[in-house]
């Protein structure tokens, strides 16, 4: 970058000499009523330079501007991050755009002067500095352009690694406050195999269940628990049998004859021991 500093400053003094020698030669020519070919082919050659310096100076700034943004990006928030990038790529563009523009008025330069009956030796030399300034801004250009696309890479396997992590706690937070919760007769709940009968002559001696070992979770209604704080059921209170464990104190059943509440005081508490609650309903 020092170099290319010194090379700056070098163009910058040859064009202030060249309008200098401009300067004088127009001075000294005394006036026509008709153009003087030679000034103008000069003036033209000028306007020409001086856009080509202009785009140099504007494709540094814009350097700078993308060096600035792409500095700590990826500590930055994703919505942060995807504006940068926008204006990252609207700074590359501009760039691209100006340095074709520039070799292009080079080239015109160059080929204008060589071919023209007035041609000035003095504006080779300077067409060939700038050249060699060009093609040294291409490569600083293209340079940049590697460390934006490594940063994207960086960028975009940070957001997509965010995104994952999102995902994942949101399903941990999900599984953190779910739970089910089925009800039915013995029958019904023995049939969708929640329950098990232990004794095999229920029907002479009384039944006795208890929870099989392995059931279909998908059988049960899913609920949040920090939102569901109560379950209605249209049968009397003393019909409902709570078979799962959960900690006492930590709910209420309340009711009449026809139907009945369940109130979850605290959901943690009540959850804690069984995160499925089973409650027969007897007939």
């Known amino acids: 970058m020092d170099s290319m ?20 030669l127009s001075s000294c020519s005394p006036e026509k009523q008709k153009p003087d070919p030679r000034q103008e082919h000069v003036e033209s050659m000028m306007a020409i330079l001086a856009q080509v310096q202009k785009n140099l100076g504007r494709i540094q700034q814009k350097e700078a501007v993308v060096e600035r943004l792409s500095s700590g990006i990826e500590g930055k928030e994703t919505t942060n991050v995807e504006q940068i990038g926008k204006d990252i790529m609207t700074s590359i563009r501009f760039i691209d755009s100006s340095l074709v523009s520039s ?24 067409v060939s500095e700038l050249k060699i300034a060009i093609n040294t801004k291409d490569k600083e250009v293209n340079a940049l352009k590697g460390h934006v696309q490594k940063l994207n890479n960086q960028v975009s396997s940070l957001i997509a690694t965010v995104d994952v992590l999102d995902e994942y706690i949101q399903g941990q937070e999900s599984q953190l406050y779910t739970a089910y919760y089925i009800s039915g007769t013995f029958s019904q709940l023995v049939a969708k195999g929640i329950l098990v009968r232990i004794n095999q002559l229920g029907g002479i001696f009384g039944s006795d269940y208890r929870l099989a070992s392995d059931f279909n979770v998908n059988l049960f209604k899913k609920i949040d628990i920090t939102e569901t704080r109560d379950l209605f059921f249209d049968k009397p209170l003393k019909n409902l049998k709570i078979i799962t464990p959960h900690t ?27 995160r499925c609650l089973v409650i027969v309903v007897e007939e």
Not at 108 to 120: A, D, G, H, I
Request: glycine share 6%.
């Open 5 to 24: 500093a010194v090379r700056d400053s070098r163009l910058r003094v040859a064009g202030v000499v060249f309008f200098a020698v401009l300067l004088l």
């Open 103 to 126: 070799k292009n008025l080079i080239r015109k330069l160059e080929e204008e002067n060589r071919s023209s009956s007035y041609r000035v030796e003095s504006l080779d030399r300077l």
């Open 248 to 274: 006492v104190g930590s709910y209420e059943l309340a009711g009449g004859k026809t139907s009945s509440l369940l109130l979850i005081r605290d959901e943690n508490a009540f959850w804690q021991k069984s």
